[in-house]
C-alpha cells in the first residue's frame, strides 16, 4: 500500500514564475492537508482539504497561494509570482476520515533563485 | 491561536544514556501525535494519545498525555544511535479547527556511539 506521494521532490524557480506542487493521498484516503516548513522554523498549517471542496485555509497566505482538490487526480498547491520568501519545504498529508491520523509525504523543496 | 512549546530544542547524549523531551502548552488538545523526521523526508508517525493520562509503550519509547490534554512527553530509554533525528509533537485542536495539526518546534537528538 503505498504512502502519500508527493512531486515533484524538489522544484527550483525564478521569482515571478508559478510553482505547481502535487499530492497524491494514501489509497482510500480523502482528506488532505498541506504544511509549509521554513528553514530553522516548524511545520506550519497551511489548508485542509476533501474532495471538491476547502474546509479550512487559515494558515494560507492571503495573496499568491491557492489550493484544490479535484475529483479526480491529486492535490494541487499552487504559488503564483514565488518570491525568495517562498523557499521552503512543502508537506502533504492525508487521513482517511477528519478524526484519523495523518500521514505525511516526503514533500516538495521549493527553491526560489 | 494555540502554541505547543518543545523543549530541549537540542539533545546530544551517549548511548545507553535516557532523555525525556517535553511538549507543553496553555491550551487543550484534542490529540496530540509524536512524529520523528530525518533529513529530507517527511515526519513519520510514531504514536498518537486522545485520553488525559494516557501512556503509551513503543519498545523503548514510552508517551505520556498530561492529566488535562495540555502536555506530553516522550521518554526514550537507553537510546540508540538509530534513535538519532528530529522529534516533533504536534496538536489536534478539535472543533471547527479540527483537521488542524499545531506543531512543536521540535527537538533535534543526537545519540554518540
Known amino acids: 500500500n503505498a504512502g502519500v506521494m508527493q512531486n515533484p521532490r524538489h522544484l527550483v524557480r525564478r521569482r515571478g514564475q508559478e510553482a505547481r506542487l502535487r499530492c497524491s493521498p494514501m489509497?482510500?484516503?480523502?482528506?488532505v492537508y498541506w504544511y509549509r516548513q521554513l528553514p530553522e522554523e516548524g511545520l506550519k498549517f497551511m489548508v485542509y482539504?476533501?474532495?471538491?471542496?476547502?474546509?479550512?485555509e487559515s494558515g494560507m497566505p492571503k495573496e499568491r497561494f491557492s489550493a484544490e482538490f479535484p475529483k479526480e487526480g491529486p492535490s494541487i498547491l499552487r504559488i503564483q509570482q514565488v518570491v525568495r520568501g517562498d523557499s521552503a519545504a512543502y508537506f502533504c498529508?492525508?487521513?482517511?476520515?477528519?478524526?484519523?491520523?495523518?500521514?505525511f509525504g516526503p514533500g516538495t523543496r521549493l527553491t526560489v533563485l | 491561536t494555540q502554541l505547543l512549546e518543545q523543549s530541549p530544542q537540542f539533545l546530544s547524549i551517549q548511548e545507553g544514556e535516557n532523555l525525556t523531551v517535553y511538549c507543553n502548552s496553555s491550551?487543550?488538545?484534542?490529540?496530540l501525535q509524536w512524529y520523528r523526521q530525518e533529513p529530507g523526508e517527511g515526519p513519520v508517525l510514531l504514536v498518537t494519545?486522545?485520553?488525559?493520562?494516557e501512556v503509551k509503550k513503543l519498545k523503548r519509547l514510552t508517551f505520556q498525555f498530561g492529566d488535562a490534554r495540555k502536555d506530553s512527553s516522550l521518554h526514550i530509554t537507553a537510546a540508540q544511535p538509530g534513535d538519532t533525528g528530529l522529534y516533533l509533537c504536534a496538536g489536534g485542536a478539535g472543533g471547527t479547527s479540527y483537521g488542524k495539526l499545531t506543531f512543536g518546534q521540535g527537538t533535534i537528538l543526537t545519540v554518540h556511539p
Open positions: 489509497k482510500g484516503h480523502s482528506h
Open positions: 498529508a492525508s487521513s482517511p476520515g477528519l478524526h484519523n491520523e495523518q500521514f
Open positions: 491550551s487543550v488538545f484534542s490529540s
Open positions: 494519545v486522545v485520553t488525559g493520562g
Open positions: 482539504l476533501q474532495k471538491e471542496n476547502i474546509i479550512d
